[in-house]
């Protein structure tokens, strides 16, 4: 395992899982100056996505790489240059080891080997076919009123190939499928606009529910479901 990143391999099916958000690691010698109990929650990693990744790395007989490293230290789903690559406040908690960070070193230790993986794993798959696993928590902390009902989500920018095939088996399925929700990929994608859609390759993105994928059998459910419709849109799209 690369500090930036895990790989898992269970095939050469031509798919590539990539999970951006599946650790909640903080390396010894950086301290963010928060309590311990964050790096279970949200804000730390996508809860649920690692297991329900290597899940399904196992079952569709292809390659995962996983983001190794909490979305806290370093946000991989972020362009160079935002701020928020390295957040400082991230649903009203602060990050007071974040205000006098490095963001060159830390981009260079973290962000830019994990994006050089993934490039060289994608183009080292024929004809690929790429799928993208975050979860959402069905409430954020500061605006505890605006629920989630959603199950699944499915996010895209431009390329929508994968997501009209895939919706409505998801809901045939039997869950509740939020289309660019909670959130857009239009405003957050950045790992598929620069992997997927800048090279024409297709892709699924999806966020599932915390409260789900966050237990076995929840992410059970979500892998079973899941695999089948991974295989149909590339064999589709392809």
């Not at 994990?114 to 979860?135: D, G, K, N, T």
């Not at 431009?158 to 939020?178: F, H, K, S, T, Y």
Request: with cysteine.
């Amino acid at each position: 395992m690369n500090a930036a990143f895990q790989r898992i391999r269970h095939g050469d099916a031509p798919i590539l899982i990539i999970s951006d958000h599946a650790s909640n690691h903080v390396p010894e010698d950086i301290d963010l100056g928060i309590a311990p109990e964050l790096l279970t929650q949200h804000v730390a990693l996508d809860i649920g996505a690692a297991e329900v990744s290597a899940l399904l790395a196992e079952r569709l007989g292809c390659t995962a790489i996983l983001g190794g490293i909490s979305r806290l230290v370093c946000d991989l789903n972020r362009e160079e240059g935002v701020l928020n690559i390295i957040p400082h406040i991230t649903d009203g908690h602060v990050i007071p080891g974040n205000e006098h960070a490095d963001h060159a070193a830390r981009l260079a230790r973290f962000h830019q080997p994990y994006h050089a993986e993934v490039a060289r794993q994608v183009a080292a798959i024929a004809r690929p076919f790429i799928l993208s696993v975050h979860s959402f928590t069905p409430c954020l902390a500061t605006h505890p009123d605006q629920k989630r009902p959603w199950e699944i989500g499915v996010l895209y920018n431009e390329d929508d190939r994968a997501a009209r095939i895939a919706i409505p088996m998801l809901e045939a399925a039997g869950l509740n499928v939020g289309d660019q929700l909670p959130y857009s990929g239009q405003l957050l994608n950045y790992t598929m606009n620069r992997h997927a859609e800048a090279n024409g390759i297709p892709y699924l993105g999806i966020e599932m529910r915390q409260d789900i994928s966050g237990t076995p059998a929840g992410q059970r459910r979500y892998a079973d479901i899941l695999a089948p419709i991974v295989e149909h849109c590339r064999a589709r799209i392809g």
